[in-house]
């Protein structure tokens, strides 16, 4: 069986490991804060004191850390993940990055013949701490065969999209349908409010119709603000950046519009609030 390495025990890491652990994988770890990584070990994880430790101690690295900077730290940084990894070990983005920063990853590990894919994930705290996850993939189908039978250790759906950097592309892609979906549903609730409408019966029939998990998830934090956060605001506003800058020139009125509002939320001091709670600020 396949040795794992996680690299960021946050939400979705640890989710991540504690299913590889379930599994009877063996597990090694490396969180920036040692403390968030106890559970972890009480679990069976090995605790690692640098990413290159953890990259040298698996065959499968999982990089889950917040950003395009955490990346680089964790990466290319002192004791990183390039000075632990031989050609033998297959290194994973899973974090959410810009399209620069995964092409640039890209490009790294093929000059140094190492194997990369990006699988950046969806699916939350949920999919993560149930084994649910719906993967994205981008890297070579060879690699993306040999480590299928782990993968669907933490999965319920694996999509791969082409080359390096095509699951970030979706990815990307996805979050920012699913703010639209979010910030649309608030609008909605605001036109049935200022009709004196009951706004339970309103957001119950638009869970039915139109329906789908954002009206859903959507409609719950509307009443109640979702306690543990599954997906911090200011990680969707972070991705919605990077939208942006993929996006170009291209004409996107909505994603210029809900850049806005996460924007407007972020500095009104609602970062690590959840995604979804943004209709009720
Ligand atoms: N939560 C979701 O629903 C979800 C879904 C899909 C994708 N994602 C993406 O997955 C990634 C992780 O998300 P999350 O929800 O697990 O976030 P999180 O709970 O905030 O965890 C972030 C992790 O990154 C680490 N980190 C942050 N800055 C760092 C740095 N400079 N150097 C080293 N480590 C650093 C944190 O370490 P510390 O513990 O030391 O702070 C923590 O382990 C993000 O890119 C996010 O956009 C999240």
Not at 1 to 15: A, D, H
Not at 195 to 214: F, Q, Y
Request: charged share 25%.
């Amino acid at each position: 069986m396949k040795k794992i390495g996680i690299i960021g025990t946050g939400i979705m890491g640890n989710g991540m490991a504690l299913n590889f652990l379930k599994n009877g994988n063996q597990v090694f770890v490396w969180n920036r804060t040692k403390s968030k990584t106890e559970k972890l070990t009480q679990q069976g994880a090995v605790v690692c004191k640098t990413p290159a430790e953890t990259a040298k101690n698996a065959d499968i690295v999982f990089e889950v850390t917040s950003d395009d900077k955490s990346s680089k730290q964790v990466w290319e940084g002192k004791n990183g993940i390039f000075q632990g990894a031989d050609k033998s070990t297959v290194l994973i983005a899973s974090s959410t990055l810009s399209i620069e920063r995964t092409d640039q990853l890209a490009e790294k590990c093929r000059k140094k013949g190492l194997k990369f894919m990006d699988i950046p994930l969806t699916g939350g705290r949920i999919g993560a701490e149930s084994g649910n996850l719906t993967l994205l993939c981008g890297g070579p189908k060879k690699t993306l065969k040999e480590i299928t039978p782990e993968l669907k250790k933490i999965s319920a759906k694996i999509y791969h999209f082409g080359p390096e950097g095509h699951g970030m592309r979706y990815k990307l892609i996805l979050n920012f349908l699913q703010s639209v979906h979010i910030i649309g549903f608030g609008q909605a609730m605001k036109l049935a409010k200022s009709s004196n409408m009951d706004l339970n019966k309103v957001s119950e029939a638009l869970v039915e119709k139109p329906g789908g998990i954002i009206t859903n998830i959507s409609s719950k934090a509307y009443f109640k603000e979702p306690d543990p956060v599954t997906f911090y605001i200011k990680h969707l506003f972070k991705d919605l950046k990077y939208a942006k800058k993929f996006a170009g020139k291209s004409d996107l009125s909505l994603l210029d519009e809900v850049l806005k509002d996460y924007n407007k939320a972020v500095k009104k001091g609602f970062k690590d609030k959840d995604w979804a709670s943004i209709n009720t600020f």
